[in-house]
């Protein structure tokens, strides 16, 4: 039986190659213990059929999707409940990121269902993912297409980028700086780089004019970081294409389907719908799909917009337009906060510090899940404490 009480979590970490490992990682010092010499590269807090969190319920570690699906309404809330069928809406993670991570997009409902129905061995997930990530010490990342100009730019400083598509479409590109100027552009590009040999000769040449340099420009830089972790990859030559971001602690983007992005380094948090549904192609051992990356982007360009905005001196307000979830970055000092779940499913995770909240002690690493049957509850703290808090929009 669910009571109007906080439930604590057990969670679970996935093991990417790409993860941060070692004493240092990040993830085993949040919650508590020492790193072994392997990746530790996300956190999952959640109830996603791959990897559902545990709850502690009556004494008993007991599958959180389990728990939802026999008590759907006094853990999501009955409007919650509705509206998505019975399952927590949003899937919260902590990733830390070593290395780059693949270039990907995720694609909206209508495709995720497509896809998942005609090639569910490698779409095995048939829901979208708007996504939010908010950087907990810093991160790079590639997010979005550059304004064109910048790409302009980049196809005549680097000409072995223009031979390698093409002169003739970069050419055409350059009378047509459009978004369809630009799908043709980098379709081109994509579809090219499935030509091995041609793609291994343009790697070459860019990597032997780069090496001859005793300065580099930030992208030319990152494009030898990449060449070091990946060898041979499209990824290369796509970062060329995307905005290259770098986030203070705080700092939000999100990145609604159709958009390419790649993490490259740091360490956020994550707050997403309840999906692992990813179309990548490159920068990845992993299964790429060129065809479906290039058909479900939406070719939108221009710097990427960081998110985010103080609600009140102790919380930071992440809103986005995703309906399956808002995140809050709240920070406490020797005091109490009073919150209303407004009878909707609600979790935290104290991200540093120790609090308090209805008689439970939660650590720093914990994470802690409302059911909407209690409507009402405070977190108080003697000293400092960061929590990140993730709702479910009215």
Not at 36 to 50: C, Q, S, T
Request: glycine letters at 6%; a negative charge.
């Amino acid at each position: 039986m669910i009571e109007p009480r906080p439930y604590k979590l057990i969670n679970h970490i996935q093991n990417y190659k790409w993860g941060s490992r070692g004493k240092e990682a990040f993830i085993p010092n949040l919650l508590g213990f020492e790193g072994e010499d392997k990746p530790y590269a996300e956190l999952w807090i959640g109830a996603h059929p791959k990897l559902s969190s545990k709850i502690l319920v009556e004494g008993e570690a007991q599958s959180l999707k389990g728990i939802v699906e026999r008590y759907p309404n006094e853990i999501l809330g009955e409007s919650v409940a509705e509206k998505f069928g019975n399952k927590i809406p949003f899937l919260f993670k902590v990733l830390s990121a070593n290395q780059a991570l693949s270039i990907q997009t995720h694609p909206n409902k209508k495709q995720a269902i497509e896809l998942h129905k005609n090639n569910s061995a490698n779409y095995q997930d048939d829901n979208h993912k708007p996504e939010i990530a908010i950087a907990l010490d810093s991160l790079s990342a590639l997010v979005g297409f550059r304004p064109l100009n910048e790409i302009e730019d980049n196809i005549v400083k680097y000409p072995q980028i223009s031979e390698f598509i093409g002169n003739e479409v970069g050419t055409k590109f350059l009378q047509n700086k459009t978004k369809s100027g630009l799908k043709n552009l980098f379709s081109t590009l994509m579809n090219r780089s499935i030509e091995t040999e041609e793609l291994e000769k343009t790697i070459q040449l860019l990597t032997n004019d780069f090496d001859q340099k005793t300065e580099h420009s930030e992208d030319e830089r990152l494009y030898l970081t990449l060449h070091k972790q990946y060898g041979v990859d499209i990824g290369l030559l796509v970062l060329f294409f995307l905005n290259v971001v770098s986030l203070k602690p705080g700092e939000a983007i999100f990145t609604p389907a159709g958009i390419p992005h790649a993490y490259l380094k740091g360490n956020i948090v994550e707050c997403m719908a309840n999906s692992d549904n990813v179309v990548r192609a490159g920068l990845t051992p992993k299964f790429k799909d060129i065809t479906q990356l290039i058909n479900i982007l939406t070719y939108e360009f221009g710097k990427p917009e960081l998110i985010g905005n103080e609600l009140n001196k102790n919380t930071y307000k992440y809103s986005v337009s995703a309906d399956e979830f808002r995140v809050e970055k709240i920070t406490l000092n020797n005091q109490s906060v009073d919150f209303r779940t407004d009878n909707r499913i609600e979790i935290i995770l104290l991200i540093d510090g120790d609090v308090t909240c209805e008689g439970l002690e939660i650590t720093k690493g914990e994470a802690i899940l409302f059911p909407a049957l209690l409507s009402n509850y405070t977190i108080a703290t003697q000293h400092k404490a960061t929590l990140f808090r993730v709702v479910v929009p009215q």
